[in-house]
């Protein structure tokens, strides 16, 4: 099954991919993050209006959902843009009140989720410890995402009556940058050293909403860099000659730019049917989530190496634009969770709802 999008949809992802080319191209990536200082992305997308798209109207979005969501992780993927503030904001918003989802779509404040992006979000990781009066929060949280973009935190804390999100503003904290082969992306550590809290919501069944959304917007992000690492590897094999003739006229280059068109085709369907099903809040939402992040994430690295044999030692270097899409890829493979730890999550599902047998 292919998936079709609604002409209205087929604009705003076209109209999205023209903007960053014009706005972004990779030699204005690779300036940012030489520079170190990748707001400007952030701050362009407030300013011209993309940061409200997937929000409703109410909060003075531009209206959409996850499937818009997943449609500009795929657009980001493609153009290999520093996009941590702009998922670490969608990953936040099943938390916030409308108060808070209304001043975040404005682009006043980012409210960050202190999870390790190295894991599920809603795994049971360690919770920090709220102090006894609700009024602090200690304990230490590494590879927070977006980490020192952050004006408040949203921390999962444990009490009495269950697992609850205290708000921490970040000048309470401190961050420790940590470097990231990926450098389009920006983690940290963070220190809660009795830092004071602002309120504490009993919300936190909904970091389940976060995991699934996690799930879903990094693996329309992996669609976007294996379309384009396929195009980059066919272009190069119309380009490089051996033997005197055109690489991609050798029978296994043609075999791996197949394999790497099916992947392409197959993560297209899976993570935009899963970004669907999280609108519609179907049942198993949740489990076709889990199988887009595992599904696609993992076929797409592995795409990524067959695009690097295609290009050789070039595909590395910094002067080209594949290792970009590459480290992505590697990337989206073990952020917020490796296909392993999603497959178990399959499993569970599928166990827990499959017939017994008489």
């Known amino acids: 099954m292919h998936w079709e999008l609604s002409d209205e949809q087929e604009l705003f992802a076209s109209s999205l991919r023209e903007w960053l080319a014009a706005k972004f191209p990779t030699d204005t990536v690779r300036e940012l993050v030489d520079a170190g200082d990748t707001a400007g992305f952030a701050e362009a997308l407030v300013g011209e209006g993309w940061w409200g798209v997937g929000y409703a109207e109410d909060v003075d979005g531009q209206g959409g959902g996850i499937l818009e969501l997943a449609l500009a992780a ?17 990953l936040s918003a099943p938390l916030l009140s409308v108060e808070e989802l209304a001043a975040q779509v404005a682009g006043e404040k980012l ?3 202190a999870v390790r ?18 009024s602090t929060v200690t304990g230490s949280v590494s590879h927070v995402l977006a980490a020192s973009d952050a004006d408040v935190f949203l921390v999962p804390v444990q009490r009495p009556e269950g697992l609850a999100i205290a708000r921490v503003p970040a000048d309470g904290a401190t961050t420790h940058a940590e470097h990231l082969l990926d450098r389009s992306r920006s983690a940290a550590t963070v220190d809660f050293d009795a830092a004071p809290v ?23 992000d992996a669609l976007g860099s294996a379309e384009r690492m396929l195009e980059l590897a066919v272009e190069y094999s119309k380009q490089r000659k051996q033997f005197g003739q055109f690489i991609g006229s050798f029978q296994a280059v043609k075999h791996a730019a197949a394999q790497m068109l099916v992947t392409v085709e197959s993560a297209y369907s899976i993570a935009l049917y899963a970004a669907a099903a999280a609108d519609a809040e179907l049942a198993d939402a949740d489990t076709i989530a889990a199988v887009a992040k595992a599904q696609v994430t993992a076929p797409v690295a592995d795409l990524a190496d067959s695009a690097l044999t295609v290009h050789g030692a070039i595909g590395y270097t910094w002067e080209h634009d594949l290792h970009l899409f590459y480290k992505r890829a590697k990337l989206d ?21 499959a017939p017994s047998e008489s």
């Open 74 to 90: 795929r657009e980001f993927g493609r153009a290999a843009v520093p996009d941590s503030r702009w998922l670490a904001a969608a």
């Open 111 to 113: 409210f960050v989720v």
């Open 117 to 134: 992006a190295d894991r599920a979000p809603g795994d049971g990781g360690r919770t920090l410890r709220l102090s006894a009066d609700g």
């Open 198 to 220: 602002s309120a504490v919501s009993s919300d936190g069944s909904s970091l389940q909403q976060v995991g699934r959304r996690a799930a879903v917007l990094i693996a329309a």
């Open 333 to 353: 493979r073990v952020l917020f969770g490796t296909p392993a730890t999603w497959n178990e999550r399959i499993a569970a599902a599928v166990l827990d709802t």
